[in-house]
């Protein structure tokens, strides 16, 4: 079966950090760009990172960067989310998905097509 898997969300306070996990299962994750998005309740989906399939490129986010680092560990088949100094606005369900493009420009994501989402996992930064 083909799919994506995250793990890492939980509940923690202001200032403090979570590592997320995007597990693939069934395919190879190094041979696509993989794109982190969130969705808050009542506000749509966004982009929060990518990273790039060949040479490893990130993108981030104005509202994450220098408090958010994305990695990929091709021999776990595994991409990675840190992030740190967390905002009680960082709280929203988390989605990766592999996608065919990693490009931020003028404040938007372009991430092409879509070929697999995760189920998400929620992250909740609260005192």
């Known amino acids: 079966q083909l799919q994506l898997v995250e793990s890492g969300g939980g509940l923690v306070q202001p200032g403090g950090s979570l590592r997320l996990s995007c597990a693939a299962s069934g395919f190879t994750l190094e041979h696509y760009a993989i794109g982190w998005l969130r969705q808050a309740p009542g506000k749509e989906r966004e982009g929060v990172s990518c990273?790039?399939?060949?040479?490893?490129?990130?993108n981030y986010a104005d509202s994450v960067k220098g408090r958010f680092t994305i990695s990929r560990d091709n021999a776990k088949n595994t991409v990675y989310l840190q992030m740190n100094s967390l905002k009680p606005e960082d709280t929203a369900v988390y989605y990766c998905?592999?996608?065919?493009?990693?490009?931020?420009?003028?404040?938007?994501?372009?991430?092409?097509?879509?070929?697999?989402w995760g189920q998400g996992t929620q992250v909740t930064v609260s005192s």
């Open positions: 998905a592999a996608v065919r493009l990693c490009t931020y420009y003028n404040g938007s994501f372009y991430y092409g097509s879509y070929d697999y």
């Open positions: 990273i790039s399939s060949s040479r490893g490129g990130t």
